[in-house]
């Protein structure tokens, strides 16, 4: 088995550097080209580029870890990484966000010798003299007509020592073309290919003869020869891709433990929340307990004041019909005053004129006995005449008093009322009599 001291001089005599062995100090998402951070390292020590250009940096993972070989081996080297920062339909599109966290991180560390360029791969294509970079990492959109207008155009950039890589030639999908186009490219350069991590393809560029690590890696041609070295990257890489997982998972335990802990307070606060939800529902079923009884005093209070109302009413009713009672009462009581006045004063009239009567009896007697007496007593017949002729007036004036009162809607009206009085003159009657002994009242009405 191949140790990590001396795998790749195992491998390629001569050419262990030892940087493939470094972890890259800048490891964030995504992680398809984490894994092929060690070759990156290992390829600079080994090409030891002076001017380096990147088409494609998006987070930055393989751009930094160029950066951090340069500044590791101390080259005389400009790195230059090229990309508008938005996104594609491969990549995702972003925001400001992505551009402004690398540039945050890059500039502080590499800046003296680096520069992010914001533009797009042509426009920046005036800023480079022909034959000037030694190093192509080509990373943009992955389309065969993409991959393939980006290597045409700067393809005269590329020195006469100069290297290219292609990232994601083992794709084939969501019309990923690169794959296509590098199969082109390996039937006319000098290449390696890294099939783990989406796959990544080196080619060489450059008329000058191959020397050094460069010469051994493209001169790999045994089948098993070439699997040992791609092996030994590719454990490399899946030690980093590894790493940002446990990154990832370590950010996302803190994440989870600063959202237990944001779970346990807001728990506590619900909690003390629903005691006061509880406190307050006891206090609403008191209330609406009250509440009940309230109304059921209130109806019963208004039950009680219909009741008193319709007794009030009827209070008032009978108050007026006893008003109306004792008016009557008294009516009667006058009417039988003025009834025994007026009987009263005919009987005194009827005896009047049966006193006359008798009189005037006598007196005719008197004169047919007394013939020579009449012519005396003229004088007294006459004026016994005009009397009685008087008392009979005022006899037949009462009759029709009595007539009228007898006829009269009082003297009907207050019948029940003498009825009641004779009755009970009639039991006063009977109660002042002897034992077994009875009489008979008899009342003209």
Request: hydrophobic share 40%; net charge neutral; aromatic share 8%.
């Amino acid at each position: 088995m191949v140790s990590a001291e001396n795998g790749i001089d195992f491998l390629l005599p001569g050419t262990a550097s030892g940087l493939e062995l470094e972890y890259p100090a800048r490891v964030v998402p995504f992680a398809s080209w984490l894994g092929h951070t060690p070759f990156a390292l290992w390829l600079v020590g080994a090409l030891k580029p002076r001017i380096v250009v990147e088409l494609g940096v998006h987070t930055g993972n393989s751009y930094c870890a160029f950066l951090q070989a340069v500044r590791a081996v101390g080259l005389d080297t400009r790195c230059f990484g090229i990309d508008h920062w938005m996104g594609d339909a491969h990549a995702g599109h972003y925001g400001d966000e992505v551009y402004q966290e690398l540039q945050a991180y890059h500039d502080p560390r590499y800046g003296t010798f680096s520069t992010l360029l914001r533009t797009s791969f042509e426009g920046a294509l005036p800023y480079f003299s022909e034959g000037s970079v030694d190093l192509l990492h080509i990373d943009g959109f992955h389309t065969y007509e993409a991959v393939s207008a980006d290597f045409k155009s700067w393809l005269p950039k590329v020195s006469s020592r100069g290297v290219a890589l292609f990232h994601d030639i083992n794709v084939r999908e969501r019309g990923f073309g690169i794959w296509q186009f590098w199969e082109e490219l390996t039937s006319r350069y000098p290449h390696f290919e890294f099939l783990h991590s989406h796959g990544l393809g080196i080619v060489y560029l450059g008329n000058e003869p191959l020397t050094g690590p460069l010469k051994a890696l493209f001169a790999a041609k045994a089948a098993a020869e070439r699997e040992s070295i791609q092996n030994y990257f590719a454990r490399l890489g899946t030690s980093v891709v590894e790493r940002l997982a446990t990154q990832t998972l370590a950010a996302e335990i803190d994440t989870m433990k600063t959202q237990m802990g944001s779970l346990a307070a807001d728990l506590t606060e619900a909690r003390l929340k629903l005691e006061k939800v509880d406190r307050k529902k006891a206090k609403v079923a008191a209330l609406e307990a009250e509440l009940s009884t309230v109304r059921a005093k209130l109806e019963e209070s208004g039950e009680a004041k219909d009741r008193t109302t319709a007794l009030e009413a009827e209070l008032a009713a009978v108050r007026s019909k006893l008003e109306e009672s004792g008016e009557a009462k008294d009516r009667t009581t006058a009417l039988e005053a003025e009834l025994a006045a007026v009987r009263s004063k005919l009987e005194q009239a009827n005896t009047e004129a049966e006193v006359l009567k008798s009189n005037l009896e006598a007196a005719t007697l008197q004169a047919q006995i007394k013939t020579s007496m009449a012519h005396q007593r003229l004088a007294v017949t006459a004026r016994l005449q005009r009397e009685l002729l008087k008392a009979n007036l005022e006899k037949h004036s009462y009759q029709r008093q009595l007539d009228d009162v007898l006829q009269s809607k009082s003297w009907r009206l207050t019948k029940p009322i003498r009825k009641a009085v004779n009755k009970w003159r009639r039991l006063r009657a009977l109660d002042r009599l002897p034992d077994g002994s009875s009489t008979t009242l008899v009342t003209k009405s």
